[in-house]
């Protein structure tokens, strides 16, 4: 509704000479995301699990945008092996890369797992993005002032982090699984925001809103329906993208690091009481994940 009414946040920054990947390019707020950075001037790096929609939504781009400079490459967030390789012919092809936009996404699915056995969402949407950036921070940090732009949900506020349940085998219900991710999104994009700040990455983590994509696909009926049936009121898939756009080329002078943000606003966040413990839980875990181990270990 408040995309009906609003005004439209708009700029004409150019990126030429810029580089950036696009998690989910194929489709949705990530295709959207991959044609306007595109027509900015930047080289896009299309990062598709599905090579055939990749291709072809890079042809899509060229087709729109003259002059476009995308590429489709093959990147599955659910399987580290895939993360590995794409990073690693990123690395091999390319000498900066300026911005890395974190928006693939799984939601309200059915229990599965990835390659690593961890809950589909929690891997997908958190952890996969984790050891993707993890892996990218060198060129990011080369190729300073850049930035890192994680797309979460509004729904990380009903997120809980089941720290001691995070391949879900428990108790698992999709919504929350969901929602738990897209909390880690917020967290993670934080701490990496104070991590990053001397060394001139930006981290952003953004609300796209309710936004008309496939993302609904897990969805069963009669829920789809209904929400197909007031798509009219919820946003485009351009319209969806505009908060990610705003956080990439919007000036740094008027940017919060570590912000969340929707419709080009920052927000700040309001669980105070969980919020010390969850960083201190992410921080482990953190070390886990880079081997950026405590001294006292
Ligand atoms: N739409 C909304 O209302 C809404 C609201 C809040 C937040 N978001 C967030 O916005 C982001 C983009 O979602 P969207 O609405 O554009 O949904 P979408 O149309 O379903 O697009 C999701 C993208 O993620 C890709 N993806 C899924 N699993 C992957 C994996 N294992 N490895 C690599 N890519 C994978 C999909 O590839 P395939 O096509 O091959 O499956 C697709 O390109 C997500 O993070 C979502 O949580 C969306």
Redo the contacts with the bound molecule.
């Keep these: 509704m408040q995309a009906l009414f609003a005004p439209k946040w708009s700029s004409d920054v150019r990126l030429d000479g810029k580089t950036a990947i696009v ?9 959207e995301t991959a044609t306007d950075l595109a027509s900015r001037g930047a080289k896009v790096i299309m ?4 090579m055939a ?2 291709e072809q939504a890079a042809r899509d781009i060229l087709r729109a945008v003259k002059g476009a400079k995308v590429v489709a490459r093959q ?5 580290t092996k ?1 993360i590995c390789q794409f990073a690693e012919n990123i690395y091999d092809t390319e000498k900066t890369l300026h911005y890395l936009v ?6 309200i699915c059915p229990y599965a797992t ?1 390659a690593d056995g961890y809950e ?1 969402q929690f891997g ?2 958190h952890l ?1 993005h984790f050891f993707l950036t993890f892996l990218l921070l060198d060129l990011l940090k080369h190729s300073a002032p850049s930035r890192v732009i994680n ?5 990380h506020a009903m997120g809980k982090i089941q720290f001691d349940d995070l391949s879900g085998e428990k108790d698992y219900h999709p919504v929350r699984a ?1 929602a738990q ?2 909390l880690a ?1 917020v967290l993670f994009s934080r701490e990496l925001a104070k991590r990053m700040e001397a060394f001139g990455v930006g981290v952003y983590s953004v ?11 897990h969805i069963r009926r009669p829920f789809v329906d209904v929400i197909k049936t007031f798509s009219f009121l ?2 485009t ?1 351009a319209d ?1 993208a505009l908060t990610v756009i705003y956080c990439v080329v919007n000036p740094e002078s008027q940017m919060v690091n570590g912000g969340y943000y929707n419709d080009w606003l920052a927000w700040r966040l309001y669980f105070p009481l969980q919020w010390p413990l969850y960083c201190s839980r992410i921080n482990c875990f953190w070390q886990v994940f880079t081997a950026d181990r405590p001294s006292h270990q």
């Design positions: 998690t989910g390019a194929n489709t949705g707020i990530g295709k990062a598709c699990r599905d929609k990749g990147l599955d967030l659910a399987d895939s974190n928006n693939a996404g799984v939601a990835t589909m997908v949407n996969g797309v979460s949900s509004a729904a969901y991710s897209k999104n609300d796209p809103g309710a936004v008309n994509t496939e993302i609904t696909r919820i946003k898939p969806g």
